[in-house]
T-cell receptor
Framework: DAGVTQSPTHLIKTRGQQVTLRCSPK?????VSWYQQALGQGPQFIFQ???????QRGNFPDRFSGHQFPNYSSELNVNALLLGDSALYLC??????????????FGDGTRLSIL | DAKTTQPPSMDCAEGRAANLPCNHS???????VYWYRQIHSQGPQYIIH???NNETNEMASLIITEDRKSSTLILPHATLRDTAVYYC????????????FGPGTRLSVLP
């Protein structure tokens, strides 16, 4: 049973460019969340997708956008890249929580470096 | 901001039990306690979660105090592979509620 998979594993971009990161959720999961993890810090929530719509958003600018496809996979897009966008980008999937406390399961992330 | 407080680092001897504390004094009645760990260069790995009762699985045990203001994650026989950053998170078990990570505890298992 494949877990959460993310691609690519590493990416190098320059300031001002745009990037797309991809995520396939764990089998049976319908909800995808994205997190940004700067070096030495805990992950910070970017946004969550369910039924192909953004349902919740953290404190990130509009340069960060996403999409969820009918097969529940998801993309994270970042425009006008800044040096400060260098981080590990994590995707997490889960089933829709109906009060039972379902955990999120994380992929190993995409390491994005901005030059 | 994270609703939990954890020591920044801890050491544990290989083969001994590792007891990782977490303070969540402002926890609400509908908030679960979750534990994740992150080994270098990997994504966070789910360990265990609970609401009121103590929980045990193949990885660890979670002990929650009766007033729910603190908890302890127990790794019964720590190995070198358990060296990681451990995150304690409280979260409402409801649609749309996401995980707020603090800095966690860096556990070093020593040979």
């Amino acid at each position: 049973d494949a877990g959460v998979t993310q691609s690519p594993t590493h990416l190098i971009k320059t300031r001002g460019q745009q990037v797309t990161l991809r995520c396939s959720p764990k089998s049976g999961h319908d909800t995808v969340s994205w997190y940004q993890q700067a070096l030495g810090q805990g992950p910070q929530f970017i946004f969550q997708y369910y039924e192909e719509e953004e349902r919740q958003r953290g404190n990130f600018p509009d340069r960060f956008s996403g999409h969820q496809f009918p097969n529940y996979s998801s993309e994270l897009n970042v425009n006008a890249l800044l040096l400060g966008d260098s981080a590990l980008y994590l995707c997490a999937s889960s089933t829709r929580d109906r009060g039972l406390g379902q955990p999120q399961h994380f992929g190993d992330g995409t390491r994005l470096s901005i030059l | 901001d994270a609703k939990t407080t954890q020591p920044p680092s801890m050491d544990c001897a290989e083969g001994r039990a590792a007891n990782l504390p977490c303070n969540h004094s402002t926890i609400s009645g509908n908030e679960y306690v979750y534990w994740y760990r992150q080994i270098h260069s990997q994504g966070p790995q789910y360990i265990i979660h609970g609401l009121k009762n103590n929980e045990t699985n193949e990885m660890a045990s979670l002990i929650i105090t009766e007033d729910r203001k603190s908890s302890t994650l127990i790794l019964p026989h720590a190995t070198l592979r358990d060296t990681a950053v451990y995150y304690c998170i409280v979260r409402v078990a409801d649609y749309g509620q996401n995980f707020v990570f603090g800095p966690g505890t860096r556990l070093s298992v020593l040979p």
